[in-house]
């Protein structure tokens, strides 16, 4: 145990590959605006092509083995970020108010916090393979524009980050990295046919990832408009915009799954 934590350290935050990285726009892979735009239409197209053509769903136990692996990988992908984005942070800020705002114009993107804003930016690629899931699964009604959009938009949220080297990533990263360990261990036990009962957990920490984005935004606009700037200010509007819509849809969300059908229950054991 004793050699736990400096082992987890070197492969996390010191290896070279790690501790080295920097994002150089159109050299680095996936640091281009051509990559990205690629990208999300490609979702976007086979995601309509997908829907609207007839297409031979898969055996339940295969579909079950594939969800079990995907959702197993992005799982251990979480949480691994998680800790690699937090001990990264913890290792590379000059002072407690980097977590919060980077110096603007001397914070260019590289060292191992920025190698972790790849990853999570790579692995929102990765999650493009849920919606997969959903079509071949024959489920098209959880194919929803929140489903949709969250995935195209989120991924360019990701690029930006980079691209700025916007302040208050790291804040961002290390919750939804890990509401997503929440939210994946979750899918992996239904995909293990065991559906939990913390469905709605999964779904109220989403939102509240939101909500502590929006608090700790303050802090950062304290943090810019008393101090010398923080960097990627353009960046964080646009992430600010986004996660505004995505706690529109996921309040909606929660109410019409919830709320309503909490109302029927009690409303069908008055009738009982």
């Known amino acids: 145990m004793d050699h736990l934590y400096p082992d987890v350290n070197y492969w996390l935050v010191d290896h070279?590959?790690?501790s080295q990285f920097e994002w150089k726009q159109g050299s680095t892979v996936g640091a281009s605006p051509l990559f990205l735009t690629l990208?999300?239409?490609?979702?976007l197209c086979l995601t309509v092509l997908l829907h609207i053509?007839?297409?031979p769903t898969l055996?339940?136990?295969t579909l079950r083995l594939v969800s079990v692996v995907h959702n197993l990988i992005l799982l251990l992908l979480s949480l691994i970020m998680a800790v690699g984005c937090s001990l990264s942070t913890?290792?590379?800020?000059?002072?407690?108010?980097w977590i919060f705002c980077f110096p603007s114009n001397h914070t260019p993107p590289?060292?191992?916090?920025?190698?972790w804003a790849q990853i999570f930016y790579f692995s929102k690629i990765l999650e493009f393979v849920d919606t997969l899931l959903i079509i071949l699964s024959g489920s098209n009604r959880r194919l929803s524009f929140l489903h949709v959009y969250h995935h195209v938009v989120v991924v360019v949220m990701c690029y930006v980050w980079l691209y700025t080297s916007q302040s208050l990533f790291p804040v961002a990263l290390v919750t939804n990295a890990s509401v997503h360990v929440l939210m994946y261990a979750y899918y992996l036990l239904c995909a293990l046919g065991k559906r939990p009962w913390w469905k709605r957990l999964v779904t109220d920490c989403q939102i509240i990832q939101f909500v502590f984005s929006f608090a700790?935004?303050?802090l950062m606009l304290y943090y810019h408009f008393t101090g010398l700037g923080c960097s990627g200010l353009w960046g964080w509007c646009f992430n600010a915009i986004f996660n505004g819509s995505l706690l529109a849809l996921f309040v909606d969300f929660h109410f019409k799954n919830y709320a309503k059908r909490r109302k029927g229950d009690d409303q069908k054991a008055k009738r009982s």
């Open 16 to 18: 070279p590959t790690i």
């Open 39 to 43: 990208t999300v239409l490609t979702y």
């Open 53 to 55: 053509s007839p297409i």
């Open 59 to 61: 055996h339940a136990t």
């Open 90 to 97: 913890l290792h590379q800020m000059p002072h407690y108010r």
């Open 110 to 115: 590289r060292g191992p916090t920025f190698f």
């Open 216 to 218: 700790v935004s303050g």
